[in-house]
């Protein structure tokens, strides 16, 4: 299966660090689903303390427009299991984007990413977003690995969580330091994009290194590595941003 998702990128967390969004209420976790063609996305929501809480869980396409809000009631440390796939329905199939979960509780999300039938990733966040503009930076970065050889090609998404768009740079790298792509983004409120590195970059035995992004506000980087048939076979998600101290 060659694996393809829509672009809206290009004119286009560790897990869980998260940032929240101006008027955020209670406490903000944001995930990735990805609910193409041949994949599907289970969603685990945990009380991770003692008092019953509601969870509102919210899904996005790729261009920021809501798909899905549903609320998940939870007794003292129970878990409950979404499957996307089943409450898109007409949707399923053709969307991927931005999941936020929003509670005045303590939870955690594991994020089960399946392609064929089979699960394939699972990413656990359990760390609330944190306000990103309560550090007097001028920007934030953040970093993936790639490859872009015969035998592995990489998909990058970047996912905004806010309200308000957010701009920014990215700078892709050789494993010998040469600068091989710089392109601009423009995400707008809730919205996601996609690049696959192939259409990008040339094929080749060196075409493997580091991916630098820079931005005004973190997002959600996702990395997507695919084997040399297409398929998928492992996803990072990566919140985890640095500064650049002058």
């Not at 406490?27 to 929501?45: L, Q």
């Not at 089960?112 to 306000?131: D, R």
Request: charged share 15%; aromatic share 10%.
């Amino acid at each position: 299966m060659t694996y393809r998702k829509a672009s809206a990128l290009l004119p286009v967390l560790l897990l869980g660090l998260a940032l929240v969004a101006p008027g955020a209420w209670g406490r903000t976790y944001i995930a990735y689903h990805d609910s193409t063609e041949g994949h599907s996305t289970a969603v685990v929501v945990t009380n991770l303390g003692e008092p019953e809480t509601s969870v509102v869980l919210t899904a996005y396409d790729s261009a920021g427009e809501e798909i899905l809000s549903t609320n998940v009631d939870l007794g003292s440390f129970t878990s409950e299991a979404l499957f996307l796939e089943e409450l898109l329905e007409e949707t399923s199939g053709r969307t991927w984007g931005l999941l936020r979960a929003e509670t005045e509780g303590r939870i955690a999300l594991a994020i089960w990413i399946g392609a064929e039938g089979n699960w394939l990733a699972i990413e656990n966040v359990s760390v609330q977003m944190t306000n990103a503009r309560a550090y007097d930076y001028s920007g934030y970065w953040m970093t993936t690995n790639y490859a872009n050889t015969s035998s592995r090609s990489t998909g990058l998404s970047l996912v905004n969580p806010y309200d308000a768009a957010v701009t920014g740079q990215i700078y892709i790298y050789d494993a010998d330091g040469g600068a091989q792509l710089t392109l601009p983004f423009d995400l707008p409120p809730y919205s996601s994009a996609f690049v696959l590195l192939s259409d990008r970059l040339d094929v080749g035995s060196s075409i493997w290194g580091m991916i630098d992004i820079s931005c005004e506000l973190p997002v959600l980087l996702v990395t997507e590595y695919l084997s040399a048939s297409g398929d998928l076979i492992d996803v990072d998600l990566v919140s985890t941003f640095y500064l650049i101290v002058q």
